[in-house]
């Protein structure tokens, strides 16, 4: 498996870790008043951002390819 087709698969598995913790999150904000714990309140912030890091990649390879095809030709 290439470096590009990694980080795409770790993208699309990152976001469905993180719209998981967020649903967590909302069900124990939920179920009581009180305030949650802080590994919950502050657990999507991991995934997301490993999803900023990989989604800047995924968003600048298009002129990083196309830029290299015209330093090659």
């Known amino acids: ?3 590009n087709l990694w ?3 770790s993208h699309r598995w990152l ?3 993180f719209t ?3 649903v967590a999150n909302f ?3 939920a179920e009581d008043s009180a ?3 802080w590994w919950i309140t502050y657990s999507p912030l991991p995934p997301l951002l490993l999803m ?3 989604g800047l990649y995924l968003f600048v390879l298009p002129y990083i390819t196309k ?3 015209r330093t090659i030709a």
């Open 1 to 3: 498996m290439n470096w």
């Open 7 to 9: 980080v795409r698969q």
């Open 15 to 17: 976001s469905i870790v």
């Open 20 to 22: 998981v913790t967020v």
């Open 27 to 29: 069900v124990a904000r």
């Open 35 to 37: 305030e949650p714990s």
């Open 52 to 54: 900023l890091l990989t």
């Open 67 to 69: 830029r290299k095809g």
